[in-house]
């Protein structure tokens, strides 16, 4: 079994320790399985503990399912650590917005002020502590 198999299993095994589920699929997706901010922060924190590498939680963000993260994990092995500047909203041609959290993961909650802002709007929420 290769590194990366034996990952995304370990992986599915944290979605199911943390959500409380009894199965979780290689292909099921995080959120969809009633995962969110908070939790989400939790299964970065474990996959941390497993890797011994720092994660930034938008990895979770964009790759949901326990394989796609095992095989993004492995193809940004040491680079996937967390940036102070994450961008939510990219491309439009209005001046960005820049959103600074100040406790813990804010990006729901800056997602959902982004829906009622143009869709020209560029935006980015600045990391405290990195």
Not at 51 to 69: D, I, N, W
Not at 73 to 102: D, E
Not at 110 to 118: D, P, Q, V
Request: proline residues 4%.
């Amino acid at each position: 079994m290769s590194a990366e198999a034996a990952l995304d299993r370990q992986i599915a095994a944290v979605y199911r320790d943390i959500l409380g589920l009894d199965d979780v699929a290689l292909t099921d997706s995080f959120f969809d399985l009633g995962g969110d901010s908070l939790s989400a922060l939790s299964v970065i924190d474990r996959i941390e503990q497993l890797t011994g590498e720092r994660l930034a939680v938008s990895l979770l963000l964009e790759h949901q399912t326990p394989r796609g993260l095992a095989i993004a994990l492995s193809k940004t092995h040491g680079s996937a650590r967390p940036n102070a500047l994450v961008p939510i909203q990219t491309g439009g041609s209005r001046t960005p917005l820049f959103c600074p959290t100040l406790l813990g993961d804010m990006y729901s909650y800056i997602r959902l002020l982004l829906r009622h802002l143009a869709r020209s709007s560029r935006s980015s929420a600045c990391r405290r502590g990195v």
